[in-house]
């Protein structure tokens, strides 16, 4: 889609892969990198399982694709990005074929990290790097307690560590929705990278410091549902009562959910279990953060007006009047701003 026209339009490229779904891909480098997926291999004739009206004999039958594609997007053309056929050593071959995987660029070592997925038979719970500098692929090792086989789960980087959310093998591992992470560097000593189930306390807790419809920045390892209009929240709601959780805390186990990473947040909507089928939208604070100075002004100020109005005082701050309400009109747009985004539970004329 063109940014400036609105509108989608098809990118003509040499060298395209094989049509495939259930791939993964993700951008590093000023190029986008495609892995495995389900479909016909080149041998089917490369250019026309890429067309969308191709007709392949009855007799190819689409298959697990274990390849990579390097997509360059200045000059718009592919290629492929190291060979799928084992090298001489086996720390360094290919991952197997597989679908519902997720791929995250690392970054600070240069690479690409696979993890999971499965070939509709066998299910994956194996973590795979591949060299952006040399174009090879190493079997990462790993400890502690490592995700269960998955597919159709979501992956993203933050400081340092490689989160893994949900997903199962057909059918989530449980009711709530699992969350881990794995250091993409070995520290204190360990030889071996160690997966660890992310710490994820009750929503409860968060509620307790602010108004549940407006989550806080500086919240840690926690789930907070959001708000997603007509037929999202309701409907999760709904489907929490049928499984007898009036209030639930975090997600119910999921699988084929589509999420973002954003301002130390992961972002999780829909998705399904299985039996249902998702409208919710939830927030996965994976790290503090330090709140805006903006928001820690909005909040003195709305604590300072809840004191006085508690008080009986009848100053005028920002315009308070005797009857205990404050006039925002005096205050700067940045605070008035702040103070709308906080939604708190205060009377305040806007």
Same mark, same amino acid.
């Given at each position: 889609?063109?940014?400036?026209?609105?509108?989608?339009?098809?990118?003509?490229?040499?060298?395209? &892969?094989?049509? +495939?779904?259930? =791939?993964? $891909?993700?951008?590093?480098? !000023?190029?986008? #990198? @495609?892995? *495995? /997926?389900?479909?016909?291999?080149?041998?089917?004739?490369?250019?026309?399982?890429?067309?969308?009206?191709?007709?392949?004999?009855?007799?190819?039958?689409?298959?697990?694709?274990?390849?990579?594609?390097?997509?360059?997007?200045?000059?718009?053309?592919?290629?492929?990005?190291?060979?799928?056929?084992?090298?001489?050593?086996?720390?360094?071959?290919?991952?197997?074929?597989?679908?519902?995987?997720?791929?995250?660029?690392?970054?600070?070592?240069?690479?690409?990290?696979?993890?999971?997925?499965?070939?509709?038979?066998?299910?994956?719970?194996?973590?795979?790097?591949?060299?952006?500098?040399?174009?090879?692929?190493?079997?990462?090792?790993?400890?502690?307690?490592? &995700?269960?086989? +998955?597919?159709? =789960?979501? $992956?993203?980087?933050?400081? !340092?560590?490689? #989160? @893994?959310? *949900? /997903?199962?093998?057909?059918?989530?591992?449980?009711?709530?929705?699992?969350?881990?992470?794995?250091?993409?560097?070995?520290?204190?000593?360990?030889?071996?990278?160690?997966?660890?189930?992310?710490?994820?306390?009750?929503?409860?807790?968060?509620?307790?410091?602010?108004?549940?419809?407006?989550?806080?920045?500086?919240?840690?390892?926690?789930?907070?549902?959001?708000?997603?209009?007509?037929?999202?929240?309701?409907?999760?709601?709904?489907?929490?009562?049928?499984?007898?959780?009036?209030?639930?805390?975090?997600?119910?186990?999921?699988?084929?959910?589509?999420?973002?990473?954003?301002?130390?947040?992961?972002?999780?909507?829909?998705?399904?279990?299985?039996?249902?089928?998702?409208?919710?939208?939830?927030?996965?604070?994976?790290?503090?953060?330090?709140?805006?100075?903006?928001?820690?002004?909005?909040?003195?100020?709305?604590?300072?007006?809840?004191?006085?109005?508690?008080?009986?005082?009848?100053?005028?701050?920002?315009?308070?009047?005797?009857?205990?309400?404050?006039?925002?009109?005096?205050?700067?747009?940045?605070?008035?701003?702040?103070?709308?985004?906080?939604?708190?539970?205060?009377?305040?004329?806007?």
């Amino acid at each position: 889609m063109t940014g400036k026209a609105k509108h989608w339009s098809l990118v003509n490229s040499s060298g395209c &892969p094989t049509a +495939r779904s259930g =791939h993964c $891909a993700t951008v590093a480098r !000023d190029a986008l #990198y @495609v892995f *495995g /997926g389900c479909g016909h291999p080149a041998a089917a004739s490369s250019a026309a399982a890429a067309s969308v009206d191709a007709q392949l004999p009855a007799e190819a039958l689409p298959i697990c694709l274990g390849d990579l594609h390097v997509y360059d997007l200045a000059r718009q053309r592919w290629s492929e990005g190291g060979s799928a056929a084992p090298s001489a050593a086996p720390e360094t071959m290919s991952p197997c074929r597989r679908i519902g995987h997720t791929m995250v660029h690392d970054s600070t070592r240069n690479r690409l990290v696979i993890f999971g997925g499965s070939t509709g038979h066998e299910y994956f719970n194996d973590t795979q790097a591949f060299d952006l500098a040399t174009g090879t692929w190493t079997a990462l090792a790993t400890t502690g307690e490592r &995700p269960s086989p +998955r597919y159709k =789960h979501q $992956a993203f980087l933050d400081a !340092d560590f490689m #989160y @893994v959310v *949900g /997903g199962g093998s057909f059918e989530p591992e449980g009711p709530d929705l699992d969350v881990y992470r794995l250091p993409l560097t070995a520290g204190g000593g360990k030889a071996l990278l160690e997966w660890e189930r992310a710490p994820v306390p009750s929503t409860a807790t968060a509620a307790a410091a602010a108004p549940a419809a407006v989550p806080v920045v500086g919240e840690k390892l926690s789930w907070v549902s959001l708000p997603s209009g007509q037929g999202g929240s309701a409907a999760f709601a709904a489907n929490a009562e049928e499984a007898g959780r009036a209030t639930p805390s975090s997600p119910t186990g999921r699988s084929f959910h589509c999420a973002f990473f954003h301002g130390g947040a992961c972002y999780i909507t829909g998705g399904s279990d299985g039996a249902r089928k998702f409208g919710d939208m939830w927030r996965f604070c994976a790290r503090e953060t330090p709140p805006p100075l903006t928001t820690l002004a909005a909040r003195a100020f709305v604590s300072g007006a809840t004191a006085r109005r508690n008080g009986g005082g009848r100053g005028r701050v920002g315009g308070a009047g005797g009857d205990g309400k404050c006039e925002l009109g005096g205050l700067p747009g940045e605070l008035r701003e702040a103070l709308q985004r906080l939604n708190m539970q205060a009377e305040v004329v806007l």
